[in-house]
Nanobody, 115 residues
């Protein structure tokens, strides 16, 4: 069974940067696709960025040009580099991976953008 764990959240000022990590319990080559999602208080969870095993990426319009998703196959880790952060980016960020036989969510990591 695939398991994932996020890390890297925290408090940052507007305009700042943070990098989130998602450590995966299995080889990334076993994963079909991976997504970073976020949920702000009172709002639905939304897909922020995703990447497929083939390397295709997609981003929510609200983060295009500011966020970048990447992988390190040797470390079995996915990353979300977040630049030019805004208060509206404040949310709990979740990593989700999908394999041919299962799907897994992390426990989430809090990102707070505030001065």
């Amino acid at each position: 069974q695939v398991q994932v764990e996020e890390s890297g959240g925290g408090l940052v000022q507007p305009g700042g940067s943070l990098s989130l990590s998602c450590a995966c319990s299995v080889s990334i080559f076993s994963i079909s696709s991976m997504g970073w999602h976020r949920q702000a208080p009172g709002k639905q969870r939304e897909l922020v960025a995703g990447i497929t095993r083939g390397g295709s990426t997609r981003y929510a319009d609200s983060v295009k040009g500011r966020f970048t998703v990447s992988t390190d196959n040797a470390k079995r880790t996915f990353y979300l580099q977040m630049n030019s952060l805004k208060p509206d980016d404040t949310a709990v960020y979740y990593c989700n991976v999908v394999s041919p036989i299962s799907s897994a969510w992390g426990q989430g990591t809090q990102v707070t953008v505030s001065s």
